[in-house]
């Protein structure tokens, strides 16, 4: 794969502006975690992740790693109507980037998700080839699938699970919200 040259609207051709510029916000991340890590694919599992990404930023943030060719759009094979996303061999290159934010994250940070954590720390180089090792096998799968579906492995299904925030807080910080809306004698 070819390099592009540098974007004459970057500030600088410094490596570090042009992947601040490329993915230098927190949406960017979040979409590219949740196709790397959970197996999301299309608009609908974007717009259900934990964050509650607004839509006008969603379809903002697909496009641009669109534009940069992290990921790549295609229409749903048995749905023509259903866009499907996947990540590109330029944003699979991404994973060894995105365990060590989380990693240095986890080591310096009060964060949740320790399974994913702690599958990261166990063998991180092990780590990181499965989530290539999926992902070529989803291409795969997606260009012989007349559904287009990821079909998670039962290891990417925990760490999956790993990622969502524990759902009695989360539970608890929403009791809290209805409890001040009731106090406030809002319904």
Not at 11 to 24: K, Q, T
Not at 33 to 49: A, I, N, P, V
Not at 51 to 70: C, F, P, S, Y
């Amino acid at each position: 794969m070819s390099k592009q040259r540098a974007n004459p609207k970057r500030r600088s051709g410094c490596p570090l502006n042009a992947s601040v510029e490329i993915l230098g916000d927190r949406w960017s991340f979040v979409d590219h975690r949740d196709m790397m890590l959970q197996g999301f694919r299309t608009y609908k599992e974007f717009l259900g992740s934990y964050e509650r990404i607004a839509t006008n930023i969603l379809a903002d943030r697909l496009q641009k790693l669109m534009a940069h060719g992290i990921i790549t759009m295609g229409r749903d094979s048995s749905d023509g109507r259903k866009l499907i996303y996947s990540l590109t061999p330029k944003g699979i290159d991404l994973a060894p980037v995105l365990t060590e934010m989380v990693l240095w994250a986890a080591a310096h940070e009060d964060t949740a998700n320790q399974a994913l954590v702690r599958e990261m720390r166990k063998d991180k180089e092990q780590f990181i080839s499965a989530i290539r090792k999926r992902w070529a096998d989803t291409t795969r799968a997606a260009n012989g699938n007349a559904s287009g579906k990821l079909k998670p492995s039962a290891d990417f299904r925990q760490i999956g699970r790993a990622l969502r925030p524990d759902t009695s807080l989360r539970s608890q910080r929403l009791g809290d919200v209805h409890a001040r809306g009731a106090s406030r004698g809002q319904h």
